[in-house]
């Protein structure tokens, strides 16, 4: 694992987009605190659209909700 400020991530970032590529996990870091973490995907594109699939069927298949509550724009967004 490499970690990056984020200055140096701006400049590199192809460099460390290969890294990635070839199986690296690069932290980035602001002012030393770990602010993000780029890595391979762990599944592969084929993968991703089977699981979201997956995901939208069964969200489909969920009944909806009546709550019989309502709510005006004004009233959800009182400044």
Known sequence: MKTVSAAEANRHFSKILRDVRAGE???????????????????????????????????????????GITWTRDELYDD
């Open 25 to 67: 996990t690069v932290i980035v870091t602001s002012r030393g605190e770990p602010v993000a973490q780029i890595q391979p995907p762990s599944r592969t594109p084929a993968e991703q659209d089977a699981a979201k699939q997956e995901l939208l069927e069964h969200l489909r298949a969920q009944p909806t909700q009546n709550l």
